[in-house]
T-cell receptor
Framework: DTGVSQNPRHKITKRGQNVTFRCDPI?????LYWYRQTLGQGPEFLTY????????KSRLLSDRFSAERPKGSFSTLEIQRTEQGDSAMYLC??????????????FGQGTRLTVV | DQQVKQNSPSLSVQEGRISILNCDYT??????FLWYKKYPAEGPTFLIS?????DKNEDGRFTVFLNKSAKHLSLHIVPSQPGDSAVYFC??????????FGKGTKLTVNP
């Protein structure tokens, strides 16, 4: 198991374009999370899935953002009509249940988005 | 409104000495706290956690202390090593599955 994998690692796009990121969680991890980190800030929660169900979404996730986890395995995060303010590191994490609680979240290396 | 605060953006210590990183929180719903370490160009890596039913948790050189009445936790690293140089994030969880992170403290351990 190679951990949480995110692709691409870097993405440069022009304002107004659509972008899609992919996250492959640790195999058999039921929960998958998306976070966004901007310079000088800690990661901020965007959304999470338990299997294929999207259970919570942050107010940060505007209508231009959509996340899916169609088969309960990998997930995609799409940003439509990108804006310069979308420039950030997008982090994916996964966790599994052990006993009565979930494990800590294991993070991928992130996708750095630059909107020019 | 920042619910998790790390008021020291940076900390510098000598190799072999103790590093103490602090974190304050405001939300009484938080019942689980974690520390993550982050190297440049990598995602955060889990370090240690503590439940609100405890006041101390130790793992090797790393100890986390929780003071619920003060809504304060700290991470102690003893002895500090140059490889510990990284950004450390405090995170809290409670009432929701999301983690709420502080802004991080950059630790530099000088040889």
């Amino acid at each position: 198991d190679t951990g949480v994998s995110q692709n691409p690692r870097h993405k440069i796009t022009k304002r107004g374009q659509n972008v899609t990121f992919r996250c492959d969680p640790i195999s058999e991890h039921n929960r998958l999370y998306w976070y966004r980190q901007t310079l000088g800030q800690g990661p901020e929660f965007l959304t999470y899935f338990q299997n294929e169900a999207q259970l919570e979404k942050s107010r940060l996730l505007s209508d231009r953002f959509s996340a899916e986890r169609p088969k309960g395995s990998f997930s995609t995060l799409e940003i439509q009509r990108t804006e310069q303010g979308d420039s950030a590191m997008y982090l994916c994490a996964s966790s599994d249940r052990t006993g009565t609680r979930w494990t800590e979240a294991f993070f991928g290396q992130g996708t750095r988005l630059t909107v020019v | 409104d920042q619910q998790v605060k790390q008021n020291s953006p940076s900390l510098s210590v000598q190799e072999g000495r103790i590093s103490i990183l602090n974190c304050d929180y405001t939300n009484s719903m938080f019942d689980y706290f974690l520390w993550y370490k982050k190297y440049p160009a990598e995602g955060p890596t889990f370090l240690i956690s503590i439940s609100s039913i405890k006041d101390k948790n130790e793992d090797g050189r790393f100890t986390v202390f929780l003071n619920k009445s003060a809504k304060h936790l700290s991470l102690h690293i003893v002895p500090s090593q140059p490889g510990d140089s990284a950004v450390y994030f405090c995170a809290a969880q409670g009432g929701s599955e999301k983690l709420v992170f502080g802004k991080g403290t950059k630790l530099t351990v000088n040889p």
